[in-house]
Nanobody
């Protein structure tokens, strides 16, 4: 049974940092593209960064580029999201998900492209709140 479990969320002040973890069981993470997504109240779920499996190349939405970093520890079968310089608008529930299609993680016309429909297994989410 495939299971993804996020952790590391919490309350942080603007400008602070958090590191989210996504631990997998039932699958080997390095074989798949992995994406982080977030959903704020009354907003659609949006992709933030993702990582391909074939070469570990990474892609970032403009809203988080330079502040967030996605990484993978294959030995621990865990994917991380390091979030720095957090802003109130980063407040959301954060989810990790896996895709069997590497091309689902890419840029199209210079814009971040990682559609939710390409991801089949999702974690339960972890809340991140950025507030003073």
């Amino acid at each position: 049974q495939v299971q993804l479990v996020e952790s590391g969320g919490g309350l942080v002040q603007p400008g602070g940092s958090l590191r989210l973890s996504c631990a997998a069981s039932g699958i080997t993470f390095e074989r798949y593209a992995i994406g982080w997504f977030r959903q704020a109240p009354e907003k659609e779920r949006e992709g933030v960064p993702c990582m391909r499996s074939n070469d570990d190349s990474t892609f970032y939405a403009d809203s988080v580029k330079g502040r967030f970093t996605i990484s993978r520890d294959n030995a621990k079968n865990t994917v991380y999201l390091q979030m720095n310089s957090l802003k109130p608008e980063d407040t959301a529930v954060y989810y990790c998900a896996r895709s069997v299609v590497d091309i689902s993680c890419t840029y199209v016309s210079g814009q971040y492209y990682s559609p939710t429909v390409e991801y089949d297994y999702w974690g339960q989410g972890t809340q991140v709140t950025v507030s003073s």
